[in-house]
Nanobody
Framework: QVQLVESGGGLVQAGGSLRLSCAAS????????MAWFRQAPGAEREFVAT????????HYADSVNGRFTITRDTAKSAVYLAMNSLKPYDTTVYYC?????????????????????WGKGTQVTVSS
């Protein structure tokens, strides 16, 4: 069983920065690909960023590329999302997710249904 707990959300002015954290626990979670998704009320959950088990491969949604950075600290079983140049449309709930891709030919994925483990989310609000 894998448990994920997000933190670091809050209220920030447009142009500001936030750093989200995801504390992961459970068997072999360090071998899993990790990702951040976000979901606004009434909207589908959308991919934001992902990182492979080693931390060496990352991928971002076009809407955040160049502004957000995903990293992981295997020793601390944590994943982070540094968010810069925040915009009002970044306002939503952000979710941490984990995917076991050890038997896959890929090391990262943007597909929501391939992530078996999810946190409860953290709210980010960007004021204009």
């Amino acid at each position: 069983q894998v448990q994920l707990v997000e933190s670091g959300g809050g209220l920030v002015q447009a142009g500001g920065s936030l750093r989200l954290s995801c504390a992961a626990s459970g068997r072999r979670v360090s071998d899993y690909a990790m990702a951040w998704f976000r979901q606004a009320p009434g909207a589908e959950r959308e991919f934001v960023a992902t990182i492979d088990w080693s931390g060496g491969v990352t991928h971002y949604a076009d809407s955040v590329n160049g502004r957000f950075t995903i990293t992981r600290d295997t020793a601390k079983s944590a994943v982070y999302l540094a968010m810069n140049s925040l915009k009002p449309y970044d306002t939503t709930v952000y979710y941490c997710a984990a995917a076991d891709l050890r038997s896959s030919i890929v090391v990262i994925t943007v597909k929501l249904d391939e992530y078996a483990y999810w946190g409860k989310g953290t709210q980010v609000t960007v004021s204009s």
